[in-house]
């Protein structure tokens, strides 16, 4: 495996170029922590982030419920009001039939109650009288229920209107609470990243200092001027020839409902074609992965690794020591939908990375 500690313990004769590959490992061991710290700050801003975006959405949902309570309070309102005026309205008209017939009492009401030529009659207009008094009674008696009805049903409203309001006040508190979070963690973030930079200018300024030594018979020029896998991101040469048919990411095919994740890429190389080495390392895994057919990984030191999957032969062997360019295998096809090509990861610990952000010259 390729790392700092396999050739810091390859002896130095002069104590001040042993001084140099001393705190060029610390300076490398640091640089390692921070690389995790960063990894588990972003880690921890994922899930804010993913969080909030839930959070935002249960907000707008929240507020569409309440757009429409509080149209439907508006709309009760006003048909509350409309019955209010209705009932209104039939209680004068009963009050003055009332008045009327309080005005028929002596003669005219005999009148029309006794000038009846038959009891028939006689019962009819006792029967008039009575409709029209049970028939104004029952139509404000409903008006009222109906009033009763809605302010009850507004009651209601009013109380899921005032628990949507206190819900959206507690989405608002914990985004504000997350949102703080984020700016904190971005915080530590950005004050990681400056360490690292530090950092790699040291290791910079360790290796430019190593060159005033003499260093022909130390066996330590490799560890001193190796460049970092990291170092070479954008300039990585490509694994094999052929366009990027399958990208990085989320991908949604268009005859598939579904959506799929790619850690990696698709290049649509031809059967058979040679896959090389994006940059030196050791062979840490020869073998079969479900999905991915024959894979070979390579560790370029400091926790970075490639993958290479649908391999048709694979041409080295585990623990063997591969330079850049070199041919690791031959391409096959995928496992999936049997397409030609070469299944391409750049990995950080277990954390895949874009391949189209490293390697140089990739085509879609």
Do not use: C
């Not at 975006?53 to 569409?64: H, I, M, Y």
């Not at 009763?148 to 819900?167: A, G, I, N, V």
């Not at 991915?292 to 990984?297: C, D, F, S, Y």
């Not at 080295?316 to 591969?322: A, C, H, N, R, T």
Request: net charge positive.
């Amino acid at each position: 495996m390729i790392g700092t500690s396999a050739h810091a313990e390859i002896p130095a004769k002069d104590p001040g170029l042993q001084k140099i590959a001393h705190d060029i490992k610390i300076a490398k061991d640091n640089l390692e922590i921070q690389d995790l710290k960063q990894r588990k700050v972003l880690t921890a801003l994922y899930s804010i982030n993913r969080n909030l975006k839930r959070l935002v959405t249960e907000k707008s949902e929240l507020g569409q419920q309440k757009s429409m309570v509080q149209l439907e309070i508006e709309g009760l309102n006003q048909r509350i009001t409309d019955h209010d005026h209705q009932a209104e309205l039939q209680k004068a008209q009963l009050t003055e039939r009332l008045r009327a017939i309080y005005k028929l009492r002596g003669p005219t009401l005999a009148r029309f109650l006794f000038g009846a030529k038959s009891s028939a009659d006689l019962e009819r207009n006792l029967k008039i009288l009575g409709i029209v008094a049970q028939r104004d009674s029952q139509l404000i008696k409903n008006f009222r229920e109906a009033v009763k009805d809605m302010q009850y049903r507004k009651t209601k409203l009013t109380q899921k209107l005032s628990s949507l309001q206190s819900l959206e006040s507690e989405l608002q508190n914990h985004e504000i609470k997350l949102q703080t979070e984020v700016s904190q963690k971005s915080k530590i973030l950005s004050g990681i990243k400056r360490t690292k930079m530090f950092t790699q200018d040291k290791i910079r300024n360790l290796k430019d200092k190593s060159l005033s030594y003499d260093l022909a018979d130390s066996g330590l020029i490799d560890m001193l001027m190796r460049p970092s896998f990291e170092a070479q991101k954008g300039l990585l040469p490509r694994p094999a020839q052929g366009p990027v048919s399958k990208q990085f990411g989320l991908v949604k095919q268009n005859d598939q409902p579904y959506v799929l994740s790619n850690k990696g890429l698709l290049i649509a190389a031809p059967f058979g074609s040679p896959v090389r080495a994006v940059f030196s390392g050791v062979v840490s895994f020869v073998g079969s992965l479900p999905g991915l057919g024959q894979v070979l990984i390579l560790d370029h030191g400091d926790h970075y690794y490639t993958v290479y999957g649908y391999n048709a032969s694979v041409r080295v062997q585990l623990g063997q020591e591969i330079a850049q360019a070199q041919i690791i295998a031959s391409s096959g096809k995928s496992n999936f939908d049997q397409v030609n090509g070469l299944y391409f990861e750049v990995r950080h610990f277990s954390e895949p990375y874009n391949p189209m952000e490293w390697v140089k010259g990739f085509s879609l």
